[in-house]
């Protein structure tokens, strides 16, 4: 059985714009964002890839029509050889009725009321119910899909799903949190052989989601919602939470069954609605260090006590011991340790797909499972890998450089000369673009498009926020470990793994000094662990560089500048290469250096 996942609209960001005022800085406030694509056969995941990667727009809603072809093309088929399409919404004609019930019961200014009543309507009948989203594919693609084909995934169950598959298909219970699907933004709920349970009394709905006040707060400090809130979770190790806290103590309601209440419910329409109230806690904006900070840590404090409290309320509805954690607010790493740590659970699971970039999967996955013909057929687990999308052989990278070829200089290596190479250039203050292999899925970069240095260099951090990433200066870098030498260098707690980065660990003392390029202010890393298996060639050469210097790990950053995409292409890495600083660019057996005249 072959299942194609879709996600991504022709015309949603269009529609936002004009409905919802979703321009500027706001303009990831709004639902597709992470347009991609995946294809199953036979429920083995053979391609995923994000649109970004291929249309170089970071975060696009466009409709996927790279992602799709590109899909089918690797595994050689066309539409017509598809047997079910696999979309992670579903906004029927019931759901969007429920939504309209919601605001018109919803306490908000009458005018604002209508304008989101009128909004809803216009966003299901044009843009994401299902005759839209059957029009806008069959306009994109050619290719018109039978409707009896076509399976519409409940949002949040396209998050479950995706965690559940790539943990290997345990029975787990689940939290998923974001910042909104059709209707909720909070479910909990459980999966056994593939069946999935919610427990509706435990849901949250829009109005009081966690993850759209993290937005909001986001937006406040200066950056862009619904795309940075990375950096105030990397603001809050600078500061410990005001006592009392005013988001915990004021501003929040603990309710049974893992429910919860903000006492000023969110206008979801209203991105700057909540600033007075955060400047009535704070005081009026500061664009320091000190102020961010203090509102940071406040924030990421109160997400701790909201996870926290839903956490307690699962352990008390599921005796299954495994943990899956998805959704946009799984990202939160600094709040995912210590939320395991805390729990009765004896594993605790963040995919690589945890954003709206997994859903694709979760949905085909959905599809694949709930279809008569995948009934009593056997269902190993199956083998897990984030490198899912487009790979590039010798002739495409020598194309590639000879398109720059009055730019650049580059020898072919092979596998050993690279590695002992790169090894020995990374003993010194060197920054290297490494690109090999398939692109690996999701926000992270995961070792195959990636950006390396060492970590003994105590401003080696600057050196690339500043040179090459050209990014805020107080944002951290994540290191990566051997798995067989994490227990070593960091305090791992429960876990043994962390081949995501999906978890934050603190370095333990002895080796601070070692690695004070990876280490936070807080004395926190974000760990990727990596194996010989997952990934051979990287693993030999964090191996050869810690035989070279005594130091365990490297800086792994993504390979890409602020505001675009990881690079995808042997050109997309050449031109981020010749635009920054980095010293040295490694394309599967190529080591590329800059002519002097691009020095």
């Known amino acids: 059985m072959i299942v194609l996942g879709c996600n991504g609209f022709s015309r949603v960001s269009e529609f936002f714009a004009e409905n919802f005022g979703a321009v500027g800085i706001d303009k990831h406030y709004l639902m597709g964002h992470d347009a991609g694509a995946s294809l199953l056969i036979d429920g083995e995941l053979v391609a995923a890839v994000e649109e970004e990667r291929l249309n170089r727009d970071k975060k696009t809603t466009d409709f996927p029509i790279n992602s799709v072809r590109w899909c089918l ?69 050619g290719f018109t899909p039978d409707p009896a084909k076509v399976v519409f995934v409940p949002h949040h169950i396209a998050h479950a799903m995706t965690g559940y598959y790539l943990a290997g298909m345990p029975d787990s219970a689940f939290l998923v949190s974001d910042g909104r699907a059709e209707r909720f933004s909070t ?20 109005e009081y989601s966690i993850g759209i006040l993290f937005s909001a707060i986001t937006r406040f400090l200066g950056f862009v919602p619904n795309n940075d809130e990375y950096k105030v979770m990397g603001l809050s190790g600078y500061a410990e939470p005001p006592v009392p806290n005013p988001f915990v103590e004021d501003l929040l309601e603990l ?77 939160n790493c600094l709040n995912n340790t210590p939320l395991f740590e805390g729990s009765r ?104 498009r990636s950006i390396l240095a060492n970590p003994k260099f105590p401003d080696i951090k600057d050196v690339i926020n500043t040179r090459v990433k050209h990014r805020e200066p107080f944002r951290p870098f994540a290191p990566l470990v051997l798995e067989s030498d994490a227990p070593r ?68 950053t993504s390979f890409n500048v602020a505001g675009e995409p990881i690079v995808c292409t042997p050109a997309d890495a050449l031109r981020c290469f010749l635009g920054t600083e980095i010293d040295y660019v490694v394309l599967g057996n190529y080591l590329v250096t800059k002519a002097a005249t691009d020095q």
């Open 345 to 448: 659970f004896a594993e605790m699971d963040v995919s690589f797909g945890a954003s709206d970039t997994g859903i694709t999967i979760g949905a085909a996955v959905r599809a694949w499972l709930d279809h008569p013909d995948s009934a009593g057929t056997d269902r190993p687990a199956p083998r897990v890998t984030p490198y899912l999308g487009p790979e590039y052989d010798d002739a495409a990278i020598e194309q590639a450089l000879r398109e720059f070829g009055d730019r650049v200089g580059w020898t072919r290596l092979g596998d050993d000369e690279i590695v002992d190479q790169v090894s020995k250039l990374l003993t010194e203050k060197v920054v290297i673009g490494w690109f090999e292999g398939r692109i690996e899925h999701g926000p992270r970069a995961l070792g195959h």
């Open 187 to 206: 479910v909990l709920g459980e999966i056994r052989q593939g069946r999935v349970r919610i427990f509706e009394e435990s849901t949250i709905g829009a």
């Open 255 to 331: 309710h049974a069954d893992g429910r919860y209440a903000f006492r000023r419910p969110l206008e979801t329409d209203n991105p700057r609605g909540l600033d007075p109230l955060f400047e009535q806690y704070f005081g009026p904006f500061e664009s320091t260090l000190e102020y961010q900070a203090r509102v940071a840590a406040a924030a990421q404090e109160m997400l701790g006590v909201v996870t926290n409290h839903q956490l307690r309320a699962l352990e008390s509805k599921t005796d299954l011991d495994h943990l899956l954690f998805e959704g946009g607010v799984a990202l």
């Open 73 to 141: 093309d690797h595994a050689g088929i066309d539409f017509a050889d598809v047997d079910l399409l696999a979309i992670p919404w579903n906004w029927s004609p019931e759901v969007v009725n429920e939504v309209l019930a919601d605001i018109s019961a919803a306490p908000m200014d009458e005018v604002a009321r209508q304008q989101l009543l009128r909004g809803i309507r216009g966003l299901a009948a044009e843009v994401v119910g299902p005759e839209a989203i059957l029009a806008d594919f069959a306009a994109r693609t």
């Open 489 to 556: 260098v960091f305090e791992m707690g429960r876990k043994t793994r962390s081949p995501y980065m999906t978890f934050v660990f603190p370095v333990r003392p002895e080796f601070r000094d070692v690695i004070p390029g990876a280490t936070h202010v807080d004395g926190t890393s974000r760990v990727q662990t990596i194996t010989e298996r997952d990934t051979p060639r990287l693993a030999a050469l964090l191996s050869r560089f810690t035989a070279l210097t005594d130091v365990p790990c490297l800086i792994n």
